[in-house]
Each structure stands twice: as C-alpha cells, then as structure tokens.
C-alpha cells in the first residue's frame, strides 16, 4: 500500500508537470559529478560527527552555503549542505549522500535560481523538483520538504518571467501534497516599484545581505519551530 501510495505521488507529480510544460529545455546538461569534492568534503565531516537525526536540513546553492544557520535558528542544530553554484537536478544526483542520510523531520531546499541562468525552462526545473520530492518522499515518507520561492535579483532580471513561471509550478505542486510547502520568500524582496530592493542585497546584486536573511528567517522561524 505504501508502495503504491509513493508511486502515485511521483508520477503525478511528473505528470503535472509534463501537462504544463509548453516546450523542452534546450540547455545543455551540466556533469553533478563536478560537485564531487564538496559532496566528499560533507563526507569527511559526517565521519568526524554525524549529525543527529530528527533535524533539521538545508541544501541548495549559494544562498543556502552563505546562510549564517547558527546566528538564525541556534535551537535547531541546523545542518548546511549547500554547495554553491549547484542546480536543483544536482541535489537530486546526490540525495543518497547528501540528503536521505541525515534523516531528518525538516528539509529546507533552494535551487532553481542557477538552473534557469543556465538555460533551463521553468518545466524543467519543476519537473526536476518534482523528482527530487519523490526521491525525498520515498526514503523519508515522514520528512516535510519546505521549497523556498526562486528570489528575484537586479543582476538577472531578465529571467524573472522563467522564474516567476518556475515558481506558479512548484506552489501548484506542493498545493497537493501532503509533504511539501512553497514558501514564498521572494515577494517580501521586492519594493513599492516591483524591483527587487537593492538594500536587500550585496554588492553583486545576486545574493541577499544579512538584512534580506532577516527577512527569510522571520519567515521560517515558526515553520521550523519543533511541533
């Protein structure tokens, strides 16, 4: 029953998707394997301690790796597997190590951002996400998995419409599930005028600043209180 019960929550998922989609990424799949000395690199520390399990987990791309977890959430002993520049299909190649054995009660995912910079389609980061939820409910069916909104930036304004897109597809998504929640940490970046509020963000115009950290750690402080 269990098994068939994860099974139908994949392949719609997948389905839901492949419904939305208009047309195929044409970006060239990047290699996950040039994340491998980081991936060992969270290894080796998981040798010297083993984080408990029951925690609470965050993986992505930069915007997870700059994330001072400590300072914001220091009762939840919060566990930070981003590797910077990573896109959401890449998490997925390595949820076996950097995900699944954790077991956690809490992941906390953002990735999506590098993945339409680098050409994909807003379908094919939700088919990717789709995926990565299965593989996430399958090996851990009591975790919840919280999405975090693609934010918005000045430096690629230009894909707001994929990333807005990207966005409507994952909430959707996780509107019928029991397992997953979209977070819309985008929203509160933006100004009065629409544009994303360049005292939010450091030099780069890509990367949130300690202030726009503020902001996403109001946002998650009840969600990832322990129940």
């Known amino acids: 029953m269990l098994r068939r019960r994860l099974l139908h929550c994949a392949l719609s998922c997948l389905a839901f998707v492949g419904a939305t989609g208009r047309h195929a990424s044409s970006a060239e799949p990047l290699d996950p394997q040039r994340w491998e000395e980081d991936i060992q690199r969270f290894e080796a520390q998981d040798q010297k301690e083993m984080p408990a399990p029951g925690g609470v987990l965050f993986v992505g791309s930069s915007s997870i790796v700059r994330w001072k977890l400590d300072e914001a959430f220091p009762e939840l002993k919060a566990i930070n597997r981003g590797f910077g520049g990573s896109e959401v299909a890449d998490a997925l190649y390595f949820a076996d190590r950097i995900l699944l054995p ?102 780069d115009k890509l990367h949130i600043n300690a202030a726009g950290y503020e902001i996403w750690n109001a946002l998650l402080r009840d969600e990832l209180a322990p129940k």
């Open 102 to 203: 954790y077991r956690p009660r809490t992941i906390v995912f953002y990735a999506g951002d590098n993945d339409i910079a680098n050409g994909k389609s807003a379908e094919q980061v939700a088919k990717d996400f789709a995926q990565l939820a299965a593989k996430i409910h399958a090996g851990l069916p009591e975790a919840r998995v919280l999405y975090l909104a693609i934010k918005p930036s000045r430096s690629r304004w230009e894909l707001i419409d994929v990333q807005l897109e990207a966005n409507r597809l994952i909430r959707a998504q996780a509107a019928g599930s029991d397992f997953l929640k979209f977070v819309d940490v985008a929203s509160p970046l933006l100004g009065d005028d629409g544009l994303p509020r360049e005292v939010l963000f450091e030099d």
